[in-house]
């Protein structure tokens, strides 16, 4: 809730900044019009991958919570419970891996041709201002 407050609180983060953070990392979630910058075919992409990351998010969350269960049940001396735990941190894992790790390395690829097309594009306008940048 901190973050939140903050976030609120402050100043919005740069365009250039967001669209370099945006574009870099291609991150689900709600980015504005960003996405929609995308040509279309890096557009379909992304949101693919998109869908896979929201897809493998549960086995994400239940392997998460469980590998921390599953110790505090041992200490606890709840064996039967925590093998329980470890058997759904197990298949936790193999949903996640199948819905997300074994695909992971398609990412690195969509974000290099991301970032080619925005090397392709022509740079910004200069905000006008003095001659340090600084407008008044």
Same mark, same amino acid.
């Given at each position: 809730?901190?973050?939140?407050?903050?976030?609120?609180?402050?100043?919005?983060?740069?365009?250039?900044?967001?669209?370099?953070?945006?574009?870099?990392?291609?991150p689900?979630?709600?980015w504005?019009?960003?996405?929609?910058?995308?040509p279309?075919?890096?557009?379909?992409?992304? +949101?693919?991958?998109?869908?896979?990351?929201?897809r493998g998010?549960?086995?994400?969350?239940?392997f998460?919570?469980?590998?921390?269960?599953?110790? +505090?049940?041992?200490?606890i001396g709840?064996?039967?419970?925590?093998?329980?735990?470890?058997?759904?941190?197990?298949?936790a894992?193999?949903?996640?891996?199948?819905?997300?790790?074994?695909?992971?390395?398609?990412?690195?690829?969509?974000v290099?041709?991301?970032?080619?097309?925005?090397?392709?594009?022509?740079?910004?306008?200069?905000?006008?201002?003095?001659?340090?940048?600084?407008?008044?």
């Amino acid at each position: 809730s901190g973050s939140i407050l903050g976030s609120l609180l402050s100043r919005p983060t740069p365009r250039d900044v967001l669209e370099n953070f945006y574009f870099s990392t291609l991150p689900f979630g709600w980015w504005g019009d960003l996405p929609s910058q995308l040509p279309e075919d890096l557009r379909a992409e992304t +949101m693919a991958e998109h869908r896979r990351d929201r897809r493998g998010l549960p086995f994400a969350l239940v392997f998460q919570v469980s590998i921390f269960l599953c110790p +505090m049940l041992i200490l606890i001396g709840q064996g039967r419970s925590a093998l329980l735990c470890g058997g759904l941190a197990l298949a936790a894992f193999c949903g996640l891996y199948w819905q997300w790790l074994r695909l992971i390395d398609r990412s690195d690829p969509l974000v290099a041709r991301v970032q080619a097309w925005r090397r392709s594009l022509p740079p910004p306008e200069a905000p006008i201002g003095d001659e340090f940048g600084a407008n008044h």
